[in-house]
């Protein structure tokens, strides 16, 4: 049965959160605020935080700077992730991707369905590695960020969750 193994420790895993728009700063950031509160409250420690704008080039580059940064286990970027033009955290993220977690996406969007119906596929969040660190990319939304975490990662990045999680794994993630 899916649930917490209360009988192993803990594990306390760094991850950088990334918000991508043009509009959003330190004080409005909302969907940001929302996760560093959520990352904080389960044990796990915020290691970076940043606001950059949509472009492709920039996001990349701090990205694969994060990935390579041995500190960071996780990434968890907020935005950026819808159809418009200016959309670019998918491809930005995709882009770097040595696996991608297709499953991320599906879960995340049936999670939404029931809350906000067909406009989930609107949503391209995503999931991938890249030099051993775990990528997530949601959408914008407070609510969306929400659903990713209380719903996915906060059992996902927890090494006690069984059957099984992506802390476990981390070890083995540069396996060849």
Not at 123 to 148: H, I, N, Q
Not at 156 to 163: A, E, G, K, N, W
Request: proline share 3%; charged share 25%.
């Amino acid at each position: 049965m899916a649930g917490i193994d209360e009988s192993k420790a803990f594990v306390s895993i760094n991850i950088a959160v990334l918000t991508v728009s043009d509009t959003r700063t330190a004080v409005n950031d909302t969907s940001g605020d929302l996760l560093v509160s959520r990352i904080e409250a389960n044990g796990h420690r915020v290691h970076e935080r940043l606001i950059l704008r949509d472009d492709q080039t920039i996001l990349q580059r701090q990205l694969l700077a994060w990935c390579e940064n041995p500190e960071i286990d996780v990434i968890i970027s907020t935005g950026g992730t819808g159809v418009t033009g200016r959309d670019v955290t998918v491809e930005a993220h995709r882009a770097l991707y040595e696996k991608e977690i297709p499953g991320f996406g599906e879960l995340f969007r049936w999670i939404s369905f029931p809350k906000i119906g067909t406009s989930t596929v609107q949503s391209r969040a995503t999931a991938g590695v890249c030099k051993g660190t775990y990528l997530f990319a949601l959408p914008g939304s407070t609510g969306a960020c929400k659903d990713a975490w209380d719903e996915i990662l906060t059992y996902q990045l927890d090494i006690r969750h069984r059957p099984c999680n992506f802390v476990e794994l981390m070890p083995r993630l540069l396996e060849r």
